[in-house]
T-cell receptor, first 114, second 116 residues
Framework: AQSVTQPDIHITVSEGASLELRCNYS??????LFWYVQSPGQGLQLLLK??????LVQGIKGFEAEFKRSQSSFNLRKPSVHWSDAAEYFC????????????FGSGTRLQVQP | DGGITQSPKYLFRKEGQNVTLSCEQN?????MYWYRQDPGQGLRLIYY???????QKGDIAEGYSVSREKKESFPLTVTSAQKNPTAFYLC???????????????FGDGTRLSIL
């Protein structure tokens, strides 16, 4: 069975500082990996995705993520955080050939200090 | 603009009552999904549908029912058998088919259900 672990429930960073959100997955084959962002009371917006190829993927809003197979990780990074980045971030893994639904981590809430 | 519309945004249920959450998409996506979101637990799959007139149970289907009579619509009914229905419900869809096996899911803005 596939699973996702986001070890940090809550992270606080200062505006302009760099950010790294951790994600570890468990999946038997090559996974499809996603990062989504959710603002309060809203749906989820796709930030970026990894299917194959280059292990460093670029997304929207200046985010990037690196797939490391040896560490079963797909960490999200941003070099300089903006106050508008405050939100909840979800890592997800897919690839279950039966249903193609996603398995989500429990999320990391990002707070940005001025 | 194409997208997924969930309604209502807020919904209240009385004890013993069934309520239905609407999900409509105009993205021409074949597959649709319902997730439940509770604080600190991420999203959990309730039901999914790969094509019209077919749907499958997800991980937490008990107390819920769905239908898929049209490609655009995938309503979710929260029945009185669901004893803890208070949550945020998210509908999603994705493109499928021979050349779309890796497409991501697109989400609606959710419905918040509470018990009166």
């Amino acid at each position: 069975a596939q699973s996702v672990t986001q070890p940090d429930i809550h992270i606080t960073v200062s505006e302009g500082a760099s950010l790294e959100l951790r994600c570890n997955y468990s999946y038997g084959a090559t996974p499809y990996l996603f990062w989504y962002v959710q603002s309060p009371g809203q749906g989820l917006q796709l930030l970026l995705k990894y299917f194959s190829g280059d292990t460093l993927v670029q997304g929207i809003k200046g985010f990037e993520a690196e797939f490391k197979r040896s560490q079963s990780s797909f960490n999200l990074r941003k070099p300089s955080v903006h106050w508008s980045d405050a939100a909840e971030y979800f890592c997800a893994v897919g690839g279950d050939t039966g249903r193609r639904a996603l398995t989500f981590g429990s999320g990391t809430r990002l707070q940005v200090q001025p | 603009d194409g997208g997924i519309t969930q309604s209502p945004k807020y919904l209240f249920r009385k004890e013993g009552q069934n309520v239905t959450l609407s999900c409509e998409q105009n993205l021409n996506h074949d597959a649709m999904y319902w997730y439940r979101q509770d604080p600190g637990q991420g999203l959990r799959l309730i039901y999914y549908s790969q094509i019209v007139n077919d749907f499958q149970k997800g991980d937490i289907a008990e107390g819920y029912s769905v239908s898929r009579e049209k490609k655009e619509s995938f309503p979710l009914t929260v029945t009185s058998a669901q004893k803890n229905p208070t949550a945020f419900y998210l509908c999603a869809s994705r493109n499928t088919g021979q050349f779309n096996s890796n497409q991501p899911q697109h989400f609606g803005d959710g419905t918040r259900l509470s018990i009166l």
